[in-house]
Every structure is written in structure tokens, then in C-alpha cells.
């Protein structure tokens, strides 16, 4: 053989070569290419899809723990500022505070104020209604004074409106009367 013949058999075969990997290229590398990217898409939307879900679901859990945490401050409003009347907690609650206190009870009395009306509609209560008691105690200035400190701590808002001290008995005992007018609130239903 011919090195002339070598050579154009050699540029034949190189020419096969080429025009076989470009149909190798074009029908079979093409479209797996074309395949790879459409599976690099969809891998990307749903990784996308997956972030958008997991922080909507952060979103609400944290929604979640507000409303538990709002649950719990509707929960102390109601201790703060109650549904109804509830005499017989304020009663309990004023005789806590005189026993811690070493202050003697010696009367109440209980009168209902006008309710004064909501300041907005979008709330269940009606208005605010004031229960205004009238109270008689007995006991030393010092007691007296601890007294009037641990009610304006008590849960319950109670806001004092009247105070008249009078001197018991003889000079020498440390004794008062105290007449005391204090006002306390609950939300009104009607």
C-alpha cells in the first residue's frame, strides 16, 4: 500500500470518526443533555417550593405561639380587669391583703357605679362596670400603709377614691379607724 493511499484511507477513516461521533453527539448526548437540564429545573423549582412551604410553616408555628401567648394574656386581662362582678374574688383577695397585713375587717359595703360604655365596638364587653366598696378597717398606720401597697399590687385593678383616718381609744395606743372607698372594674355583658 501507498502512503498515498495510507493517508487518503487515513482521512477517510478520521472523517468516519468524526461524522460518527456527531451523530452520536446529536442523537443520543443531545437529548440527555436537554433531559439533564429539565431535570436541573424541576429540581430547582421544587427545592424553591420546598423553602417557600418550610418557611410558611415556620410562619405558622410562630403564629401558633402568639396566639397561645395571646390566649395566656386574655387569660391574666381577665384576672386584671374580670367578665362579671365577682364579689366573692374581691372579697377573698381584700381578706388576704388584711391578714397579710395584721388589718382587722370590720365592714363593707357594696355599690354599683353606671357602666360606662365600651370605648370601641369591636370588643364582647358592653362597657365597663365599677363596683365601689366601702370599707372599714381597723388596725395600726404602719399595717395600714403594707395594706394599701399589696392592693395596689393585687392582680385586680382597685383604685382607691376615699380615705378618712380617726384615732381609737386613748393617746398612748398606736390604734385607727380607717373609712375607705375603693373602686374596682369588670367588663359589662350588657
Known sequence: MKASTKRALSLLLTAIFIVTSL???VSLILPEY???ETLRGQLTSKTNLYNNEQRAITQVQNLIAQYQGSARLGDQLSLVLPSEEAVSSIMSQLNA?????SIKIQGVGIEYLPIKPAATSLTSAHGIGTLRL???LAGTYASFKAFLSDMEKNVRVMDTKLLQIDKTGNDNDDSYLFSLNVDTYYQSSK
Open 97 to 101: 391583703i388584711s391578714q397579710l397585713n
Open 34 to 36: 436537554e433531559n439533564v
Open 134 to 136: 366601702d370599707l372599714k
Open 23 to 25: 451523530v452520536i453527539y
